[in-house]
């Protein structure tokens, strides 16, 4: 059975569980590891059951649990090559390492883990019960400030280093590259270029027992290459971020307002529903609007758009249209 359940979409957060076959993954981790967790459990998934996160891109609403909750669960994490350098910038501004001194880090870490993969420890999977591991993800959540210490150099041959001693560190660390599909146990990705102020973000296609999931948000305009990855979908969950005339008269400053609306910046309703309603093919079962912006948009709004968009297409009349949330996780969609 495939299963996708959005946990959390929005500026304050993102992530998604897709699972099917014998593997489970996370994309996103935009909300803290407990809250993950709470809302994981909540959705009726095993976070101890989680094989992998796959990052789309590295702001901070889809970032902000991702070390904590990797190292819980002694998991990989996906990112394209650049995502990943974004990333480590962001935790380490003041870190003087040149990028091939930390990738020669890594290497040495990565063959001390090894060695230890002989004596492996069952982990908990439990972020409510571990208060360092909550504190650290407090401390994570502010690594960014100027006030942030530089870390001091991981321990030789201590085990992994504490998220103080480097916040980056991660279990495992895999690349792909927009445009090459991969795959993660039953899980097929594959990642497309999206137009975001971001270092190198993605959307993916994911195919699970022959569903095809289509995933874009983040994105400032749906150009073509993107219009061509999200056909022939059962789920397209797409961005719907904001209402023109909202943001507008909205309570952003002039220049928030015109990073949104920019060629990078997010996908309004009406850009939504003009997909919809013309270059979209109309297969997917479900369609779920994402990345509703809280202080510019309506839910309702937005539904309304979509629908609109969507009606007259005789083939889509069978169709569910579902709005993901911020606060709390929609109910899982199975196939
Ligand atoms: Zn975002
Ligand atoms: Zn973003």
């Known amino acids: 059975m495939v299963r996708f359940t959005v946990l959390a979409s929005g500026s304050k957060g993102n992530s998604t569980v897709v699972s099917g076959g014998r593997t489970r993954i996370l994309i996103d981790a935009g909300l803290s590891c407990r809250e993950l967790f709470r809302r994981m459990k909540l959705a009726g998934e095993d976070p101890a059951t989680l094989d992998a996160i796959v990052i789309t891109h590295e702001h901070q609403d889809h970032v902000n649990g991702l070390a904590v909750t990797a190292r819980k669960l002694g998991i990989p994490v996906y990112f394209t090559e650049a995502t990943h350098r974004a990333w480590m910038r962001w935790l380490t501004p003041r870190r003087q390492m ?160 015109q990073r949104v609306l920019s060629r990078v910046g997010h996908l309004s309703n009406d850009a939504t529903a003009e997909f919809l309603s013309s270059a979209y093919d109309g297969q997917a079962a479900y369609i779920i609007l994402a990345h509703l912006s809280e202080n510019n948009n309506l839910p309702e709004l937005a539904r309304v758009a979509a629908e609109r968009a969507l009606m007259g297409r005789a083939s889509l009349l069978a169709n569910r249209l579902l709005l993901a949330e911020q606060h709390q996780p929609l109910s899982p969609i199975s196939f």
């Not at 994570?140 to 560190?169: C, I, M």
Request: one cysteine or more.
């Open 98 to 257: 040149t990028y091939a001194q930390w990738v020669e880090l890594c290497r040495k870490q990565a063959a001390e883990r090894q060695a230890e993969l002989d004596s492996p420890e069952s982990e908990s999977a439990d972020c409510a019960g571990d208060p360092e591991e909550a504190e650290a993800d407090e401390q994570l959540q502010t690594a960014a400030t100027p006030d942030a210490e530089d870390p001091a150099p991981a321990p030789v041959s201590a085990g992994p280093p504490s998220l103080k001693e480097d916040p980056t560190w991660l279990p495992a660390v895999e690349y792909f590259q927009s445009g090459q599909p991969f795959s993660i146990g039953d899980i097929g990705l594959s990642p497309f270029t999206i137009p975001h102020d971001a270092a190198d973000p993605v959307g993916f296609v994911c195919t699970v027992e022959r569903v095809r999931l289509g995933f874009a948000t983040d994105l400032g305009y749906i150009p073509p290459n993107v219009m061509q990855q999200l056909q022939n979908l059962d789920l397209l969950l797409l961005e719907s971020n904001h209402d023109l005339e909202m943001l507008r008269d909205g309570p952003y400053p002039w220049s928030v307002k």
